[in-house]
């Protein structure tokens, strides 16, 4: 468009003829620009004196392509990130790549292709259509984690952990595939068969694997919970329940007749030590290690456990042990429990958990909701021990005291507990675990649900564990000098039996740095959350080679303001990068405590009710909507549908509406641009109702999207706001070509229309900006700031009346129904003092005019 020079201001604008809105030319052009000008997404340096912002959102797997919740995920990002730096913040948005894991493994068998090629050129495709969809990422810090210059940092920690005592070896449980001769990922397990060989069923190994103690932060990790006040409340609550604190005490009760290899006493973990008197039996896990003892000579019975075992094992891969039916079985053996003496049953239980407490409990069917279950089931003895009475309360007089069963409450009485018959819950557990201690047979203990991290991966697509094994001197770390251990080339994946790593000699023969005698490397790999734990601090100085982060730079940008991904990772990501800030704190490379300040979960995307699938034949591919609607249609769309934080089910219609708008301004704005470049400075007063009615819903609209930007985040609000502001433009578009709306208000309107769109529609808001006449950046262009003198609505003033005469005045916005002025006419104080005690007769409304209230 050329140049409008010559402007008198006599002539009214030209109507152009309507330009048709073409995404695809805008937005390649504005592409090519942006590629041109790595600087623009850039962020200071931490000496910048400008307040800094962290935006993130969560690093995808290199799959190959970008899905609609990818697409969902970084427009929320991007529309926060484009406003933050709009409202002159320092912002940091960077983008990388969670490049290990198995599925780059499988495909590379499957296409005969090897991993680190498959996976880099799926991060090709993805960052291209990233940069088609035109997401403001700084790409000069990048971080693709399958390379060495990042996964050393893995190790480099790997060996400061292992430093600190806090990673150890332990003999765990694997998957194994008989048939394979290998180990198998848990996704790679199938209604409990292999996922190559169907009729094989899977069994569970012990193996020396690599441990790292989370556990040694259990307390920190739940304690500092409640300072994440930005943080989803559902968030919160998964993780403190995946922590699972409880307090409770360690019983010892003897096993009566012979003591086996395992020892001669099951020690019990008990929340509830107040009801111990009412225990029936003692329950095992079947994995309790003196079950082999117990069922040792009875084929019967072991094959009984065996049977309970697979039970648990079935209920653990379908992800809900809680919900298991419950089978149990007797063992013919009895312990004794220590505060009465009493002869109780051993039973072994499928519900009862190995990894939970001491794998071992008191079972107390009258006040446990899941021993009550079983001992219903079993017919064993329900002994009440508990009233639900209070100290110094009465009895009942009229009625047997007796609670509903299990009665599970606190702040009530004991009975039929000896010694201590008559005191508080409360007190009882004080007094019984303090017994316990003194005489030798139990302990007050804490106890965690949340498990220390097993990260050993028999796989070839992961960071290498930089650990030898030395013939003499055992188990040695590798030298920080000769780090990066390096994920060797020529491995052949499809080979059966162990990790792939051990069939390549040249990698697995090594020298022990201590004697020089001959070593064997480690040839497990690290779980890929490892390098999900602590990614986003190498963003703020990805290229650093000689340290994993520079603690300056770190301090300035931590912690991330605002991280955003799916609900999905609330518990496993979530909690080891917590675990591995504050272990980085320890080591002193850090200073915060939590990584995220506020966290945001989005919704997720589906359609046609269902979950997007190959399988249902659902998915809708964000390159199709870009070649039909163009890029700012589909992101502006996907924060358009609904609120951000619930599901989004993707209507190909509703993107032909947001399509439709943005042709609408886009063709206004070409009309009209002229007069916006003449037009400048302050609005002028005594404006036409068609003007200053414009100047009110710009004025409105600036305030309700900067609100939801500061609050809410409901997009889809802001974005109808923005729909309302142009259809006033198009109201008054008569107006405007007649000249009776001063240039001023509607340049002002023009602007600030196309600074809303911005953050969500940055191709065609650049467009437009430029048309504008506008010459400096829109993305440092400052955030538009609403008058509320200009956004408060026009007021009527009724005065009304009762029965003729004058009692009072009310306001209300102008235009407002018959309805709404009657309600607020006889809310008014002055009035309802003085109907008050009379009958109404009738309200007479004048529009405009006055409220007449008849009583008598
Ligand atoms: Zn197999
Ligand atoms: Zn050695």
């Keep these: ?312 094992a079935r209920a653990r891969e379908e992800g809900d042990v809680g919900a298991i039916e419950k089978h149990g079985v007797f063992t013919g053996r009895y312990a004794i429990n220590p505060f009465n003496q009493e002869k109780v049953p051993i039973w072994v239980a499928n519900y009862i958990l190995m990894d939970y407490g001491t794998g071992a409990i008191g079972s107390v069917p009258a006040h446990d909701e899941r021993d009550y279950e079983f001992a219903q089931k079993y017919g064993l003895e329900i002994r009440v021990v508990i009233l639900p009475r209070r100290v110094g309360e009465p009895p009942p007089a009229d009625q047997e005291e007796k609670p509903l069963l299990p009665y599970t409450h606190m702040d009530s009485l004991l009975i039929n507990s000896g010694e201590y018959n008559g005191l508080a819950n409360n007190e009882a557990i004080k007094r019984m675990t303090a017994d316990a201690e003194q005489r030798g047979f139990g302990k007050a203990t804490v106890t965690y649900r949340l498990k220390d991290w097993g990260i050993s991966r028999q796989r070839y697509w992961g960071t290498p564990i930089p650990m030898l094994y030395c013939e003499k001197c055992g188990v040695v770390p590798v030298p920080e000098s000769q780090l990066p251990v390096l994920l060797p080339d020529n491995v052949d994946i499809t080979l059966p039996g162990g990790s792939p790593l051990s069939h390549v000699p040249e990698f697995v023969n090594a020298t022990c740095p201590h004697c020089g005698g001959r070593a064997r490397r480690e040839t497990d790999t690290m779980d890929t959350f490892v390098d999900s734990s602590w990614y986003f601090y190498r963003y703020t100085n990805a290229r650093l080679n000689d340290r994993p982060l520079d603690t300056g730079t770190v301090d300035y940008w931590f912690p991330i303001d605002q991280y955003i991904g799916g609900v999905e990772h609330a518990i496993l990501h979530l909690i080891y990068s917590r675990f591995w800030t504050k272990f980085m704190r320890d080591l002193g490379i850090i200073h915060n405590d939590e990584p995220v300040l506020r966290l945001f979960t989005q919704g997720m995307v589906i359609k046609d009710g269902a979950k997007m699938s190959k399988n249902k034949g659902n998915v809708v591919s964000p390159d199709e909507m870009v070649a039909q609607f163009g890029a700012d249609s589909t992101r502006m769309y996907s924060l358009f549908a609904t609120s951000p934080d619930r599901e989004l089910d993707w209507q190909e219609a509703g993107v032909e509406g947001v399509h439709r708008f943005l042709s609408r301004a886009y063709r206004f704005v070409m009309r009209n641009a002229r007069s916006t470049r003449r037009g400048a400075g302050a609005a002028s007063t005594n404006l036409s109702p068609k003007a200053r009615a414009l100047q009110r819903k710009l004025h409105q609209t600036i305030k309700r999207v900067t609100d939801d930007f500061q609050g809410r985040w409901h997009f889809n609000t802001s974005v109808s706001a923005v729909m309302e502001l142009l259809n006033e433009l198009y109201g008054a578009e008569e107006d405007i070509v007649a000249g009776k709306v001063p240039a001023e208000v509607l340049a002002d309107a023009q602007r600030n229309l196309v600074l809303l769109l911005a953050p969500f529609a940055p191709f065609l808001a650049s467009e437009l900006w430029e048309a504008l006449g506008e010459k400096d950046n829109l993305l440092r262009h400052p955030w538009p700031e609403y008058d509320p003198a200009l956004a408060k609505e026009e007021e009527t003033v009724y005065p009304v009346q009762i029965n003729g005469k004058l009692r009072s005045h009310v306001s209300v916005p102008a235009g407002s129904p018959e309805e709404l002025v009657k309600e607020r006419a006889l809310a008014d104080e002055r009035v309802r003092a003085a109907i008050d005690g009379k009958e109404m007769v009738k309200v007479i409304f004048v529009a405009g005019k006055l409220v007449n209230i008849v009583v008598r």
């Excluded at 790409?139 to 996964?151: F, G």
Aim: glycine share 6%.
């Design 1 to 312: 468009m050329a140049e409008i020079r010559d402007m008198t201001a006599k002539q009214p604008p030209q109507r152009r003829s309507d330009e048709r809105y073409d995404p695809e030319r805008i937005e390649k052009k504005w592409s090519a620009r942006w590629q041109a000008d790595p600087a623009l997404y850039a962020a200071e340096g931490h000496t910048s004196k400008r307040k800094k912002y962290y935006v993130l959102e969560m690093l995808p797997y290199p799959s190959g392509v970008l899905h609609m919740g990818h697409v969902r995920n970084y427009s929320i990002g991007d529309a926060l990130a484009r406003y933050m730096w709009m409202r002159g913040y320092n912002v940091l948005h960077p983008m990388g790549w969670d490049a290990f894991g198995l599925p780059a493994e499988n495909a590379a068998i499957k296409n005969n292709t090897h991993p680190r090629q498959w996976t880099l050129g799926n991060i090709v495709r993805m960052k291209a259509q990233m940069q088609r969809l035109g997401f403001a990422y700084d790409w000069s810090r990048e971080i693709t984690t399958c390379l060495p210059d990042y996964y050393r940092w893995n190790q480099w920690f790997f060996l400061k952990l292992y430093e600190k005592g806090l990673a150890y070896r332990k003999k765990s449980k694997v998957n194994w595939c008989p048939e394979c001769a290998t180990v198998l990922a848990n996704e790679q397990v199938v209604d409990g068969c292999c996922w190559r060989h169907e009729e094989t069923k899977v069994e569970q190994r012990e193996l020396e694997q690599w441990f790292v103690r989370t556990s040694q932060y259990a307390d920190e990790l739940l304690a500092g919970l409640d300072q994440l006040k930005g943080w989803p409340e559902k968030v919160r609550t998964m993780q403190r329940n995946w922590i699972g604190r409880s307090e409770g005490a360690m019983v010892d009760f003897a096993l009566e007749g012979p003591a086996g290899a395992a020892g001669s006493k099951i020690t019990v973990f008990t929340t509830r030590i107040d009801t111990i008197f009412g225990a029936t039996s003692v329950q095992l896990a079947p994995e309790h290690p003196l079950v082999a003892d117990l069922t040792a000579g009875d084929p019967d019975l072991r094959g009984k456990v065996e049977e309970l075992v697979r039970e648990q």
